[in-house]
């Protein structure tokens, strides 16, 4: 990367190429194409991947006045090179993607209130923002599987077991996403009885055959432990060509680069008085893996004027202790399990130190992407002594993998204040708690009519903080993550005494009705990988003799 700024006028590094090659958060692999990046989704090493530069857009802002559909085209042929997809096909493969979806925006802007804005990433087919990412990854799949099985039959064509973890959303975006496609096998693992009950329902109902619901005895973690331990087995990926649909494919972050963009433009258009092409925004994203909010912040190093990232937990604090004190750790500070008691301000928390909240698909313990803002925290860093590139690029590799030997090992590690003081020169962190999540659904109820999901709740908190910290005049956009309706508990909690609220009149959308009549399939598994590979290896077997392979 050569030195000099931003196209947001920030001083930082930046580059004016398109970026299409992909090398490893751990240093080791380098040079992948993007297809390489997509089926493989982890890196030999462990590591993620990432883009070997950054491209900016440097006429991004000629970009305002275009729909959803082409900003996503735009964003995305910036890290897919024509040779690997030709144009026309990553267009068709994105208007493909976004047909799904229940609003012609895709991704619709609301004003809330004040300066803050609800961006309503639930308009997909699963009702969460998930849909935005996966829709599109099914599809990349399937194009890549077509292509390369052309002429093929049998166990000669190129199969591919995809693996992934899930604590609700992902694995029905996933499966929504994958369900019927030729080649690819799925196997969701989910944290048994903590997901909510419609997310479990969205996911155990479709009965595709290529379809596997895995209910592992454990947490959130276990199951994402149990996906890396299967990607760092080399033998089950030789055989079954493993692939990723949880964040840590770097298709997943690409996809959600456009709805910043998407999102900053549709403010200038409601907003014509107070909010100009250049000027900055704000964006509160509730967090939990940091594949959400890190699409943020590629929109930023892209030229996105960003003025914070504000990232909002909930009691599953990992990330907001790292912003305040630069100890990435994974036992809570404070906690019910650590203190030998299983309830604390009213919140269960489990042995494990996973803390059981009203926001489900947040209660993870460690944030897998956090590894990729790490390494280009760790190359701002080396670039400042003054060595090559190569040198600069390695350096960050070697000081990423050993924080994460840190982690596995000693359950934490600290960084430099320079690392984290750049971390926080774009980000900043709020834990939001369970009773202040049911508080803001109820405020927002009150005041506007609005019914916010708890995860989205725990983002517009953030927002309000962060309102009362920054400038009030800068307008905040928050991510609303999921459809309240998928957290019946959480809201019916919040609003139940609320006059005249009525769940299924006002929340309940006609696809959710009936869903639990259905016919289910899952199957319970222990927390054991190698458990899970013989349940892998026994049903992608029944698949192909069904297939006649
Ligand atoms: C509804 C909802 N909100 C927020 C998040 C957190 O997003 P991320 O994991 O990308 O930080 C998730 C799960 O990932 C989710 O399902
Ligand atoms: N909250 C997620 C957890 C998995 O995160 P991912 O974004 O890495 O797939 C979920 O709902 O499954």
């Known amino acids: 990367m050569s030195n000099g700024a931003f196209a947001n006028g920030d001083a930082a590094p930046q580059t004016h190429t398109p970026s299409q090659r992909y090398l490893s958060t751990r240093g080791e692999d380098t040079g992948f194409s993007f297809e390489d990046v997509v089926l493989k989704g982890l890196a030999n090493d462990g590591g993620l991947y990432i883009p070997e530069e950054l491209p900016t857009a440097s006429d991004?802002?000629?970009w305002k006045d275009l729909p959803f559909n082409e900003i996503a085209y735009n964003v995305l042929s910036l890290?897919?090179?024509p040779s690997e997809i030709p144009a026309e096909d990553l267009k068709?493969?994105?208007n493909r993607s976004y047909a799904t979806f229940r609003s012609e925006d895709v991704t619709p802007l609301i004003n809330l209130q004040d300066n803050i804005h609800l961006l309503e990433l639930f308009h997909g087919p699963t009702f969460a923002f998930k849909d935005v990412a996966l829709q599109f990854l099914g599809n990349l799949f399937e194009y890549f599987l077509v292509r390369r099985n052309e002429g093929k039959t049998g166990r000669d064509r190129y199969h591919l077991t995809v693996v992934g973890a899930t604590s609700g959303d992902t694995g029905s975006a996933a499966i929504y996403g994958l369900r019927g496609k030729k080649d690819v096998s799925v196997f969701m693992l989910h944290p048994k009885g903590r997901v909510s009950p419609i997310q479990e329902l969205q996911m155990t109902t479709v009965l595709d055959s290529n379809v596997h619901n895995l209910a592992v005895t454990g947490n959130f973690d276990n199951c994402q432990d149990i996906v890396k331990a299967l990607f760092a087995d080399p033998e089950i990926n030789a055989t079954h060509k493993l692939g990723a649909v949880n964040s840590i494919n770097m298709a997943r972050i690409l996809a959600q680069i456009t709805y910043?963009?998407?999102?900053y433009f549709a403010l200038l258009r409601q907003q014509p008085e107070t909010f100009k092409l250049g000027d900055k925004v704000r964006f509160s994203v509730p967090s939990g893996n940091f594949g959400d909010i890190l699409a943020g912040y590629f929109a930023y190093r892209m030229g996105l004027p960003v003025e914070k990232l504000v990232i909002a937990t909930n009691e599953n604090d990992i990330l907001d202790r790292f912003f305040k004190t630069g100890r990435y750790e994974k036992k809570p500070a404070y906690g019910a399990a650590a203190e030998g008691g299983l309830e604390k301000d009213g919140v269960k928390a489990h042995e494990d130190g996973v803390k059981e909240t009203l926001s489900p698909a947040m209660d993870i313990l460690v944030s897998s992407n956090f590894e990729r803002l790490l390494w280009f925290l760790a190359y701002e860093f080396a670039s400042s002594a003054g060595m090559d590139?190569?040198?600069?690029?390695?350096?960050?590799?070697?000081?990423?993998?050993?924080?994460?030997?840190?982690?596995?090992s000693k359950g934490g590690f600290g960084v430099y204040k320079d690392v984290l003081e750049a971390g926080r020169r774009n980000f900043h962190s709020e834990r939001v708690s369970d009773q202040e999540t049911l508080d803001t659904i109820k405020s927002l109820y009150k005041e506007v009519g609005y019914v916010l999901?708890?995860?989205t709740a725990v983002g517009v908190e953030a927002a309000r903080r962060a309102v009362k910290i920054f400038s009030a005049n800068t307008?905040?956009?928050?991510?609303?993550t999921a459809h309240p309706a998928k957290f019946a508990g959480a809201v019916e909690q919040a609003l139940k005494d609320e006059e005249g609220f009525d769940f299924e009149a006002k929340v309940l959308p006609e696809e959710f009705v009936g869903l639990d009549k259905r016919e289910k399939r899952v199957r319970d598994v222990a927390n054991d990988w190698e458990a899970v590979r013989e349940v892998v290896r026994e049903q992608v077997e029944e698949e192909f003799k069904a297939a006649g392979y």
């Open 60 to 62: 991004w802002q000629s």
């Open 79 to 81: 890290y897919i090179s």
């Open 92 to 94: 068709d493969i994105v």
């Open 260 to 263: 910043y963009f998407y999102s």
């Open 389 to 408: 590139d190569e040198w600069n690029k390695k350096q960050a590799g070697q000081e990423v993998s050993s924080w994460l030997n840190d982690l596995k």
């Open 453 to 455: 999901d708890p995860h």
């Open 475 to 480: 307008h905040t956009i928050s991510l609303s």
